[in-house]
């Protein structure tokens, strides 16, 4: 099990930009399957990217294909989503979750992301 902590909360303007971190805690960090969600008020938990263990296989939700990139640091157990072109769509709680092979998702506490007009 990898304990998972967010960071990079914030409000930003339309067209802004953030750098969400998830942080892991452990050893087997690069054995992890890394990727983030976002819930909006009102609406399901929705999957936005993913990075798999080799570090550079990567998917995307349409929505934010191209504006947003997903990286990972295995030496210091963090991922990233760079988020670019940031709009008021984009407004929700983002999750960062772990998948390995035959194991349990675990999942961050989330972090509030807000984009004003």
């Known amino acids: 099990q990898v304990l998972l902590v967010e960071s990079g909360a914030g409000l930003v303007q339309a067209g802004g930009s953030l750098r969400l971190s998830c942080a892991a805690s452990?050893?087997?960090?690069?054995?992890?399957?890394i990727g983030w969600f976002r819930q909006a008020p009102g609406k399901e938990r929705e999957f936005v990217a993913a990075i798999m263990r080799n570090g550079y296989t990567t998917y995307y939700s349409d929505s934010v294909k191209g504006p947003f990139i997903i990286s990972r640091d295995n030496a210091k157990n963090t991922a990233y989503l760079h988020m670019n072109s940031l709009r008021p769509e984009d407004t929700a709680v983002y999750y960062c979750y772990a998948d390995r092979p035959g194991g349990v998702r675990n999942w961050g506490q989330g972090t509030q992301v807000t984009v004003s007009e």
């Open positions: 452990g050893r087997a960090f690069s054995a992890y399957t």
